[in-house]
């Protein structure tokens, strides 16, 4: 039972760092906020998906006098994932197109951080928790996040 509990705690060593609180899922990155959040930009673009903007919320503190560790949120999709949703359930809209948060804590770590696609459409009636887009848009914020923290 030792050996288990040990291969167990090594193995989550060894696994990209990988965070979930209630819906939001977290991928700690290993460079700053502006440089993790042009790697996601880029991996974005080059999945061929939609850059809507990118939202620099400790600049928009600045100009208002105010301070807030460095904060970055990208508004991405593919209407091709984003289409179906919001054919089953209009109010999809609401949450998409997708955003990843790219933060500093206070304790210096940058993060990524998403909702999760399922936990973040379920309350909506005309979407199914199986939908193939669900599957999809998961898959993808794990692939992009994960390829934009570097490591």
């Known amino acids: 039972m030792k050996r288990f509990a040990w ?15 209630d819906d939001i ?22 999945a061929g998906a939609t850059v809507f903007a990118r939202v620099d919320h400790a ?10 560790a460095p904060s970055q949120l990208l ?7 984003g289409t179906p949703a919001m054919q089953d359930d209009p109010l999809a809209g609401l949450y998409l197109p997708l955003k990843v948060l790219v933060y500093r804590d ?3 770590q940058v993060w990524l951080a998403y909702e999760n696609p399922k936990d ?7 979407i199914s928790e199986d ?8 898959g993808a914020l794990g ?9």
């Not at 939908?131 to 998961?138: D, L, N, P, R, V």
Request: hydrophobic residues 55%; glycine residues 14%; proline residues 2%.
């Open 75 to 81: 508004i991405f999709g593919n209407p091709k994932l």
């Open 106 to 108: 206070g304790a210096g």
């Open 120 to 126: 973040m459409l379920d309350d909506l009636g005309g």
């Open 25 to 46: 899922v977290k991928v700690q990155a290993s460079g700053d906020v502006a440089s993790t959040m042009d790697a996601l930009q880029a991996a974005v673009e080059g």
């Open 131 to 138: 939908a193939q887009y669900i599957k999809m848009m998961t």
């Open 7 to 21: 291969a167990a705690a090594l193995s989550l060593l060894a696994a990209p760092a990988l965070a979930m609180s």
């Open 143 to 151: 692939k992009l996040t994960a390829k934009a923290a570097g490591g």
């Open 59 to 68: 600049g928009g503190a600045m100009k208002a006098g105010l301070e807030l």
